[in-house]
């Protein structure tokens, strides 16, 4: 899918944002999902980042299905 620059700009979608889709009843919204590596920091104390990010995303697959 291609985004036009003007909102790739506007919203800072890079190439490899995620997005979420949700039906509206004026059409499709996508919404960029936050990038959890900028908590890491607070974070990083607690668990191993690539842990943290592999259960993530583990889980986001699950819930595709």
Do not use: Q
């Not at 506007?10 to 919204?29: A, C, S």
Request: glycine share 6%; aromatic share 6%.
């Amino acid at each position: 899918m291609t985004i036009p620059l003007k909102y790739r700009e506007k919203y800072n979608l890079r190439e490899g944002t995620t997005l979420t889709f949700k039906e509206t009843d004026e059409g499709l919204l996508l919404k960029p999902l936050p990038d959890i590596t900028e908590s890491a920091g607070a974070l990083s104390s607690y668990a191993d980042l690539e842990e943290v990010l592999s259960d993530i995303l583990k889980g986001r697959k699950d819930d595709l299905r």
